[in-house]
Structure formats: structure tokens, C-alpha cells
T-cell receptor, first 120, second 113 residues
Framework: GAVVSQHPSRVICKSGTSVKIECRSL??????MFWYRQFPKQSLMLMAT?????????EQGVEKDKFLINHASLTLSTLTVTSAHPEDSSFYIC????????????????FGDGTRLSIL | KQEVTQIPAALSVPEGENLVLNCSFT??????LQWFRQDPGKGLTSLLL?????REQTSGRLNASLDKSSGRSTLYIAASQPGDSATYLC????????????FGQGTTLQVKP
């Protein structure tokens, strides 16, 4: 089955630090990956769509200079939270699907295990 | 704007009971609908995917139905077990097929031994 790996699983750091989170599709290529944020006891909110070889597409209200996305290859997307502050503390999850970005994809989305970010 | 609602928000049942989780969406123009399971502090595990042309999908003790015209989906869990305790999320993918998923708030299920 399709596997999406996310690293690290947990980060605790001081305010002002920049944090990079990696999302890898281990056994398939994903032209497009997605980054979500989840607050405690709430559902997932899409932050941005990561496109291989081009700029990410951000959802309304998400600061692109704050949340830098780089889709360096067909199997890797990274999310960098720049100069993180306590309000950035959250659970960040990425997803990908086989064939995504290559036209119509009827494949299920597969999610990483998430990254718990805690900013002190 | 698509909105997804899940009812109930929380559910507690004794082991062995059959149960139904509900998901409704406001815009029937969807590409597909996916049910996920999320354990505390973990990512999402895909359970079932129903394409817009399908009416139901089954996997083991799980059965998901889709009534696109009325904007509803149900997840039926047969013979529930304590290991089924988790939060269940439904998500719809719009007909524009951009890949974006719109999630419901989830139903937190507790199955008591």
C-alpha cells in the first residue's frame, strides 16, 4: 500500500526558531502533496498544496512567508515554519495520493503520522 | 463553499454493538468521499474511499454508503470492539478534483469492554 512518512514526529523548540518538517512518499511518486494543520480536538484544515517544480498554493489566511513549502522532488515536500512562535504550536500533517497532479486521480489520500510542534 | 458535518460528535457504546456514524455535506458536486480513523496524537489511516459514482464500499466489519444527491454518507461498524475506539473523520473531495479534502469535525468513538 501507499506509505507517507513524516519526520520529525515531535519538535519542541524556543520561540524564534525555524523548524523544518519533511513529508516523503515512500513507494510512489506524488506530483502534489498537501499540508494540513490540526488544533486540539478540531478537524484538519488545509494550509497549502505543494506542487513539484512550482510554487505552492496557499489557502486563504495562511501566510506564505511564515510557512515555506518546497517540493524538491516527486517524493519529498518540506514545510518550514519560520521564526516560530507559541501560536504556531499545533499538529501538522501531510498527505499524498498516487497519481496526484497527473490529471484525474481517484486514489485515496494517504497521510503521514503528523508532527507535533511545541514552541516554548 | 463546501461544509462537512459529522454527527454525533462523540459516541460511547458497549462492545459488540453495531453502530452508524453520519457525515453530511452541503455541496453534492463531489469527486469522492473518504473515511479516516485517527488515534490520539497520530496521523490519519484511510478506511474507505467511495467514488461519486458508487453507493457503498465495504472492508471487513466496515461499510460506508454514499447518497450524493442528499449529501450524506454513513459509516457502519459491525460488532464493535474496544480496538475500534478512535476518532473517525469523513472528508470530501470537490468535483474540480484539485485534490483538496474538506474534513468534518469527526466523531470520537469509545467502545467499552
Amino acid at each position: 500500500g501507499a506509505v507517507v512518512s513524516q519526520h520529525p514526529s515531535r519538535v519542541i523548540c524556543k520561540s524564534g526558531t525555524s523548524v523544518k518538517i519533511e513529508c516523503r512518499s515512500l513507494d510512489f511518486q506524488a506530483t502534489t502533496m498537501f499540508w494540513y494543520r490540526q488544533f486540539p480536538k478540531q478537524s484538519l484544515m488545509l494550509m497549502a498544496t505543494s506542487n513539484e517544480g512550482s510554487k505552492a498554493t496557499y489557502e486563504q489566511g495562511v501566510e506564505k512567508d511564515k510557512f515555506l513549502i518546497n517540493h524538491a522532488s516527486l517524493t519529498l515536500s518540506t514545510l518550514t515554519v519560520t521564526s516560530a512562535h507559541p501560536e504556531d504550536s499545533s499538529f501538522y500533517i501531510c498527505s499524498a495520493a498516487r497519481g496526484e497532479g497527473k490529471g484525474t486521480s481517484n486514489q485515496p489520500q494517504h497521510f503521514g503520522d503528523g508532527t507535533r510542534l511545541s514552541i516554548l | 463553499k463546501q461544509e462537512v458535518t459529522q454527527i454525533p460528535a462523540a459516541l460511547s457504546v458497549p462492545e459488540g454493538e453495531n453502530l452508524v456514524l453520519n457525515c453530511s455535506f452541503t455541496d453534492s458536486a463531489i469527486y469522492n468521499l473518504q473515511w479516516f480513523r485517527q488515534d490520539p496524537g497520530k496521523g490519519l489511516t484511510s478506511l474507505l474511499l467511495i467514488q461519486s459514482s458508487q453507493r457503498e464500499q465495504t472492508s471487513g466489519r466496515l461499510n460506508a454508503s454514499l447518497d450524493k444527491s442528499s449529501g450524506r454518507s454513513t459509516l457502519y461498524i459491525a460488532a464493535s470492539q474496544p480496538g475500534d475506539s478512535a476518532t473517525y473523520l469523513c472528508a470530501v473531495r470537490g468535483s474540480s478534483n484539485t485534490g483538496k479534502l474538506i474534513f468534518g469535525q469527526g466523531t470520537t468513538l469509545q467502545v467499552k469492554p
